[in-house]
Protein backbone atom coordinates (compact mmCIF):
# COMPACT_ATOMS: atom_id res chain seq x y z
CA UNK A 1 0.00 0.00 0.00
CA UNK A 2 1.25 3.21 -1.25
CA UNK A 3 2.77 5.48 2.17
CA UNK A 4 1.74 9.11 1.07
CA UNK A 5 1.24 9.80 4.49
CA UNK A 6 5.50 9.40 4.58
CA UNK A 7 6.44 9.88 1.68
CA UNK A 8 4.37 12.52 1.04
CA UNK A 9 4.78 14.76 4.11
CA UNK A 10 8.64 14.32 3.49
CA UNK A 11 8.37 16.10 0.17
CA UNK A 12 6.08 18.61 2.01
CA UNK A 13 8.86 19.22 4.28
CA UNK A 14 7.54 17.99 7.40
CA UNK A 15 9.84 15.89 8.89
CA UNK A 16 8.04 12.71 8.83
CA UNK A 17 9.05 8.92 8.63
CA UNK A 18 11.62 9.21 10.50
CA UNK A 19 13.02 8.19 13.61
CA UNK A 20 10.78 9.72 16.92
CA UNK A 21 12.24 10.07 20.45
CA UNK A 22 10.67 11.78 23.18
CA UNK A 23 10.48 15.49 23.10
CA UNK A 24 11.75 18.27 25.51
CA UNK A 25 9.69 20.88 26.03
CA UNK A 26 11.72 23.89 25.28
CA UNK A 27 9.89 26.99 24.15
CA UNK A 28 8.11 27.19 20.86
CA UNK A 29 7.40 29.23 18.28
CA UNK A 30 3.91 31.06 19.51
CA UNK A 31 5.20 30.69 23.18
CA UNK A 32 4.38 34.06 24.72
CA UNK A 33 8.06 35.01 25.90
CA UNK A 34 9.01 39.11 26.83
CA UNK A 35 9.15 40.99 23.78
CA UNK A 36 7.39 38.57 21.72
CA UNK A 37 4.17 39.05 19.72
CA UNK A 38 1.74 36.46 20.68
CA UNK A 39 -0.77 36.73 18.25
CA UNK A 40 1.63 36.46 15.76
CA UNK A 41 3.72 32.93 15.62
CA UNK A 42 4.06 32.70 12.41
CA UNK A 43 6.17 35.65 12.25
CA UNK A 44 8.68 34.11 15.15
CA UNK A 45 8.29 30.56 12.92
CA UNK A 46 9.68 32.81 9.81
CA UNK A 47 12.09 34.60 12.16
CA UNK A 48 13.48 30.96 12.92
CA UNK A 49 13.85 29.87 9.38
CA UNK A 50 15.85 32.84 8.35
CA UNK A 51 18.29 32.10 11.04
CA UNK A 52 18.50 28.37 10.39
CA UNK A 53 18.91 29.64 6.60
CA UNK A 54 21.58 32.62 7.46
CA UNK A 55 23.72 29.82 9.74
CA UNK A 56 23.51 27.59 6.90
CA UNK A 57 24.96 30.12 4.44
CA UNK A 58 27.39 30.81 7.04
CA UNK A 59 28.57 27.10 7.33
CA UNK A 60 28.64 26.63 3.66
CA UNK A 61 31.04 29.76 3.43
CA UNK A 62 32.96 28.28 6.22
CA UNK A 63 33.42 25.16 4.22
CA UNK A 64 34.36 27.07 0.82
CA UNK A 65 37.04 28.85 2.78
CA UNK A 66 38.30 25.76 4.63
CA UNK A 67 38.33 23.87 0.62
CA UNK A 68 40.52 27.04 -1.45
CA UNK A 69 42.91 25.95 1.24
CA UNK A 70 43.41 22.16 1.10
CA UNK A 71 41.31 21.21 4.15
CA UNK A 72 38.66 19.66 1.92
CA UNK A 73 38.00 16.99 4.57
CA UNK A 74 36.44 20.10 7.07
CA UNK A 75 34.80 21.45 3.96
CA UNK A 76 33.02 18.46 3.50
CA UNK A 77 31.71 18.41 7.47
CA UNK A 78 30.79 22.00 7.22
CA UNK A 79 28.74 21.41 4.08
CA UNK A 80 26.57 18.55 5.75
CA UNK A 81 26.39 21.01 8.25
CA UNK A 82 24.78 23.75 6.32
CA UNK A 83 22.47 21.30 4.30
CA UNK A 84 21.26 20.35 7.95
CA UNK A 85 20.69 23.68 8.77
CA UNK A 86 18.94 24.52 4.99
CA UNK A 87 16.82 21.06 6.33
CA UNK A 88 16.01 23.11 10.06
CA UNK A 89 14.63 26.39 7.84
CA UNK A 90 12.55 24.52 5.30
CA UNK A 91 10.98 22.30 7.73
CA UNK A 92 10.18 25.78 9.86
CA UNK A 93 8.70 27.38 6.89
CA UNK A 94 6.18 24.15 6.41
CA UNK A 95 4.73 25.18 9.78
CA UNK A 96 3.82 27.95 8.83
CA UNK A 97 2.35 26.26 5.52
CA UNK A 98 0.38 23.96 7.96
CA UNK A 99 -0.99 27.04 10.35
CA UNK A 100 0.93 25.10 13.57
CA UNK A 101 -0.85 22.46 13.51
CA UNK A 102 0.05 20.87 16.66
CA UNK A 103 1.26 17.65 15.40
CA UNK A 104 3.50 18.86 12.88
CA UNK A 105 5.02 21.38 15.88
CA UNK A 106 5.63 18.39 18.35
CA UNK A 107 7.42 16.56 15.33
CA UNK A 108 9.72 19.98 14.80
CA UNK A 109 10.47 19.90 18.44
CA UNK A 110 11.49 16.65 17.95
CA UNK A 111 13.07 15.92 15.22
CA UNK A 112 15.06 19.48 14.47
CA UNK A 113 17.32 18.00 17.10
CA UNK A 114 18.40 15.14 15.34
CA UNK A 115 20.98 14.90 11.91
CA UNK A 116 18.54 12.36 9.73
CA UNK A 117 15.60 14.03 9.26
CA UNK A 118 17.08 17.67 8.39
CA UNK A 119 19.11 15.94 5.57
CA UNK A 120 15.99 14.47 4.08
CA UNK A 121 14.23 17.27 4.21
CA UNK A 122 16.55 19.64 2.23
CA UNK A 123 17.80 16.93 -0.39
CA UNK A 124 13.92 16.19 -0.94
CA UNK A 125 13.10 20.31 -1.14
CA UNK A 126 15.76 20.64 -3.63
CA UNK A 127 14.76 17.24 -5.70
CA UNK A 128 11.34 18.55 -5.87
CA UNK A 129 12.66 21.53 -7.66
CA UNK A 130 15.09 20.00 -9.85
CA UNK A 131 13.78 18.71 -13.39
CA UNK A 132 16.96 16.35 -13.66
CA UNK A 133 15.89 14.10 -10.63
CA UNK A 134 13.75 11.27 -11.55
CA UNK A 135 10.72 10.75 -8.95
CA UNK A 136 10.18 7.27 -9.20
CA UNK A 137 8.99 4.45 -7.52
CA UNK A 138 12.72 3.64 -6.14
CA UNK A 139 12.91 7.92 -5.56
CA UNK A 140 12.47 7.28 -1.81
CA UNK A 141 15.02 4.50 -1.06
CA UNK A 142 17.49 6.50 -3.47
CA UNK A 143 16.82 9.96 -0.86
CA UNK A 144 17.39 7.88 2.51
CA UNK A 145 20.76 6.39 0.90
CA UNK A 146 22.43 10.07 -0.19
CA UNK A 147 21.08 10.91 3.12
CA UNK A 148 23.13 7.76 4.72
CA UNK A 149 26.27 8.65 2.61
CA UNK A 150 26.13 12.27 3.54
CA UNK A 151 26.05 11.77 7.23
CA UNK A 152 28.71 9.14 7.07
CA UNK A 153 30.95 11.17 5.08
CA UNK A 154 30.58 14.59 7.64
CA UNK A 155 31.57 12.47 10.31
CA UNK A 156 34.78 10.88 9.00
CA UNK A 157 35.63 14.72 8.17
CA UNK A 158 35.57 14.90 11.71
CA UNK A 159 37.06 12.29 13.69
CA UNK A 160 39.34 9.33 13.48
CA UNK A 161 38.08 5.55 14.15
CA UNK A 162 39.35 2.36 14.35
CA UNK A 163 38.71 -0.05 11.47
CA UNK A 164 39.36 -3.76 11.07
CA UNK A 165 42.37 -2.60 8.79
CA UNK A 166 43.40 -0.14 10.91
CA UNK A 167 42.52 3.42 12.01
CA UNK A 168 40.40 5.63 9.26
CA UNK A 169 41.47 9.02 9.61
CA UNK A 170 39.89 12.43 7.82
CA UNK A 171 42.48 12.85 5.51
CA UNK A 172 41.17 10.49 3.41
CA UNK A 173 38.03 12.41 2.01
CA UNK A 174 39.35 13.57 -0.96
CA UNK A 175 39.19 16.72 -2.25
CA UNK A 176 36.43 16.05 -5.22
CA UNK A 177 34.37 14.48 -2.42
CA UNK A 178 34.25 17.65 -0.52
CA UNK A 179 33.54 19.87 -3.89
CA UNK A 180 30.74 17.39 -4.65
CA UNK A 181 29.36 18.01 -1.45
CA UNK A 182 29.54 21.84 -1.54
CA UNK A 183 28.19 21.93 -4.86
CA UNK A 184 25.38 19.92 -3.28
CA UNK A 185 25.14 22.36 -0.55
CA UNK A 186 25.12 25.10 -3.14
CA UNK A 187 22.03 23.46 -4.87
CA UNK A 188 19.95 23.16 -1.84
CA UNK A 189 20.46 26.60 -0.62
CA UNK A 190 19.06 28.03 -4.02
CA UNK A 191 15.41 26.67 -3.76
CA UNK A 192 15.49 28.15 -0.02
CA UNK A 193 16.39 31.49 -0.88
CA UNK A 194 13.71 31.32 -3.57
CA UNK A 195 10.95 30.11 -1.57
CA UNK A 196 11.89 32.51 1.73
CA UNK A 197 12.39 35.81 -0.91
CA UNK A 198 8.30 36.63 -1.28
CA UNK A 199 7.91 36.08 2.72
CA UNK A 200 9.05 39.92 3.24
CA UNK A 201 5.60 40.47 3.45
CA UNK A 202 3.73 39.93 6.76
CA UNK A 203 0.82 40.05 5.51
CA UNK A 204 1.73 37.29 3.16
CA UNK A 205 2.95 34.99 6.08
CA UNK A 206 -0.28 35.68 7.64
CA UNK A 207 -2.24 34.43 4.78
CA UNK A 208 -0.04 31.50 4.10
CA UNK A 209 -0.59 30.48 8.18
CA UNK A 210 -4.40 30.95 7.51
CA UNK A 211 -5.09 29.27 4.08
CA UNK A 212 -1.87 26.63 4.35
CA UNK A 213 -3.83 24.02 6.38
CA UNK A 214 -6.79 23.91 3.66
CA UNK A 215 -3.78 23.82 0.56
CA UNK A 216 -1.82 20.98 2.15
CA UNK A 217 -5.26 18.80 2.44
CA UNK A 218 -5.98 19.42 -1.09
CA UNK A 219 -2.17 18.11 -2.13
CA UNK A 220 -2.62 15.34 -0.18
CA UNK A 221 -6.06 14.39 -1.15
CA UNK A 222 -4.72 14.65 -4.79
CA UNK A 223 -1.53 12.24 -4.14
CA UNK A 224 -3.68 9.46 -2.43
CA UNK A 225 -5.38 9.17 -5.93
CA UNK A 226 -2.09 7.83 -7.35
CA UNK A 227 -1.16 4.87 -8.08
CA UNK A 228 2.08 4.51 -7.48
CA UNK A 229 4.76 6.28 -5.38
CA UNK A 230 6.26 7.64 -8.83
CA UNK A 231 3.16 9.13 -9.83
CA UNK A 232 2.52 10.46 -6.56
CA UNK A 233 5.94 12.52 -6.51
CA UNK A 234 5.52 13.68 -9.80
CA UNK A 235 1.62 14.92 -8.92
CA UNK A 236 3.48 16.71 -6.02
CA UNK A 237 6.10 18.03 -8.06
CA UNK A 238 3.55 19.83 -10.43
CA UNK A 239 1.54 20.72 -8.00
CA UNK A 240 4.60 23.14 -6.77
CA UNK A 241 5.11 24.19 -10.10
CA UNK A 242 1.45 25.16 -10.45
CA UNK A 243 1.46 27.17 -7.32
CA UNK A 244 4.82 28.91 -6.73
CA UNK A 245 5.49 30.99 -3.68
CA UNK A 246 7.57 33.47 -5.62
CA UNK A 247 4.77 34.31 -8.07
CA UNK A 248 2.44 35.29 -5.63
CA UNK A 249 1.64 39.18 -5.39
CA UNK A 250 2.13 41.56 -2.70
CA UNK A 251 -0.22 41.08 -0.09
CA UNK A 252 0.99 43.81 2.05
CA UNK A 253 -2.11 45.69 0.23
CA UNK A 254 -4.76 43.74 2.05
CA UNK A 255 -6.41 44.51 5.72
CA UNK A 256 -5.99 42.32 8.03
CA UNK A 257 -8.68 39.77 7.95
CA UNK A 258 -9.78 40.55 4.51
CA UNK A 259 -9.46 37.58 2.15
CA UNK A 260 -7.69 38.30 -0.86
Known sequence: MLRLREYGRVMLSSPAGTDRRAPAEPPRPGDEVAGQDPSAPELEWLA????????????????SVLLEHGRAPRALSLAVLAMEEYGKAMAAMAIIGSG????????????????????????????????????????????????????????AGLYVDRTPTGPRVPGEITVDEAVEMVCLARSIAAPLQVL?????????????????????????????TAGSLGEALERLRALEAAFPLEALPPMDAHAEGESP
Open 100 to 155: GAEDDVRDYDTQARLHRPRLITSHAWADLRNLAVPLDDDYVERLREAVAVAGARKM
Open 48 to 63: LARACATNGDDLLSDA
Open 196 to 224: LGPLASDALVALLWRLGPSLIAAAIRELE
